[in-house]
């Protein structure tokens, strides 16, 4: 492929090296306690008085010509970013950022514009002392790949869930090691599927494992109670970047976030009122409102503001090759219930995003159209002994409840003749491949389709739950554990790769596994329908 060339090589070596030069200067402020190790760092007070970027860069959403770049201060800063298109920055470009201040807790992005399609760009970011833009702190550098703008190969990798169960930072283990091995893939990006941090998740400082061994959590204040504050989730998502893992995979893969029910509470909806002794607030609108102003601080995402308003689904285009249709199955859903309602005009997305993904799948001209979904389609999802929290009900039979705005989905999909949709998701806390047919289905008005499902990244596995036939699933492969709550030092911690090859178009998917070993491997074939 065009990407694997020697030239696309050796910058991607270039790059690696800035990266490592960066983690090196954002590391040089943190200090290392004793009984860590080398994978996470913990923040302590900067010793020049310059400010300081001890969270590492990120960038995110990004496209032919543009990226955001991210970043949080240890005080009130100046963002500047410089980019170049070689690591001596020796002609940089400059971009004057925002103010960073408390009320959006020292963090900010800065957008760029104007980049070469499918290029390698060099970025460092400064902060400067807002009373004397001399004053700087030691820049950080990052590296990423903007989108092609011609037909060229590209690849990224997802999965999701990330320090839940009361799995956090385990220095003896090297934290956050799936990111490392992700990082060196060298993908062009990394779509995180939702469940960022767990906020109604505290970490205790030791858990006792099934097999004698205990495993240590990094913790914070922030960590140690369910998350109701702004400061609190604020916390939580700095929490995991004390992970160098995590740091360093941030300063070379630009991500795509989306956001699930874990960054306020587990299987929460609009509207709910908490019973849960451990809330002094129960509405869960209040929550999910702190939240998403504390993620929309803590991600570049584009059609987020600091505040919070916005919409976290968006469309991002990677090239002619792949469009990325990024869901939001949180935000404007119904209640969770027992699914059975004839009529769901709400359901899981809501009209309004329902409407908006109809009208861009339509408009799409890309080969591929990844379906990010931070909840599967066709996997039975309780919510305790008779809601259900995804869109299967365990009715087998027609579309009921939010089943009903799926095949509306789908149909529009068929009678539209759009090809190449894959739907890639998490949540559940395994990997498995789900093939959709209406031959096996009782709702039988849809093209065939696959859905993928890989995570959890640092989070307790847990066993399969058994498929709902209304859009006839298969499901040719599965690895889960046959307990619930398995701690990461046991393994079952999976992260997904998709692979578009230049020339001929075709998708390969590979499910794999921390440690290295590919799982599952599946080629599509462009423009085919029902492979």
Known sequence: MARDSGTEIGRREVGRRQVLRGSAAASAALAVPTLASAAWAAPAQAL????????????????????LVWVRSDRPARMVVETSATESFARPRRWRGPLLGAGSD??????????????????????????????????????????????????????????????????DLGGYRIFEEMRRLDPDFFLCSGDNIYADGPLAQSVALPDGRTWRNVTTDEKSKVAETLAEYRGNFRYNLLDANLRRFNAQVPTIVQWDDHEV?????????????????????????????????????????????????????????????VLDCRTYRNANSPGRQPDDAQGILGAEQLAWLKRELSASRAVWKVIACDMPLGLVVPDGATDFEAVAQGD????????????????????????????????????????????????????????????????????????????????PFVKA???????????????????????????????????????????????????
């Open 48 to 67: 020049s008085g310059r400010p300081s970027a001890q969270w590492g860069v990120q960038v995110g959403d990004v496209t032919t010509s543009s990226g």
């Open 106 to 171: 020292f963090t900010g992005t800065t957008p760029l514009h104007g980049l070469p399609p499918g290029t390698q760009v060099h970025y460092r970011v400064l902060l400067a002392d807002p009373d004397d833009p001399r004053r700087t702190g030691e820049p950080v550098y990052g590296t990423f790949r903007t989108a092609p703008a011609r037909r060229q190969g590209v690849r990224f990798v997802w999965s999701g869930d990330l320090a839940g169960q009361g799995w956090g930072i385990n220095p």
């Open 265 to 325: 509470l587990n299987n929460w909806y609009p509207g709910e009122i908490l019973t849960d002794a451990r809330y002094t607030e129960k509405d869960v609108n209040v929550l999910a409102a702190r939240s998403r102003r504390a993620f929309s601080e803590y991600f570049p995402i584009s059609t987020l503001r600091p505040d919070g308003d916005g919409r976290v689904y968006r469309v991002l285009r990677h090239g002619p090759l792949l469009d990325v249709f």
């Open 396 to 475: 087998p039979g027609a579309p009921l409840g939010r089943e009903l705005q799926i095949a509306e989905l789908l149909r529009h999909i068929k009678h539209r003749k759009i090809t190449g949709t894959v739907w890639l998701t998490a949540d559940v806390h395994y990997t498995s491949a789900q093939h959709y047919d209406p031959s096996r289905a009782a709702f039988k008005d849809f093209a065939p389709f696959w859905e993928f499902v890989s995570g959890p990244l640092n989070a307790g596995a847990f066993p399969a739950v058994r498929l709902d036939g209304t859009f006839g699933p298969e499901q």
């Open 481 to 531: 554990p046959t307990r619930a709550n398995v701690s990461p030092a046991e393994g079952f911690q999976f992260f997904g790769e998709v692979d578009i090859d230049g020339h001929s178009g075709e998708l390969t998917v590979r499910l794999r596994e921390l440690g290295g070993a590919v799982l599952f491997t599946k080629v599509l074939q462009p423009g085919r329908v029902g492979q």
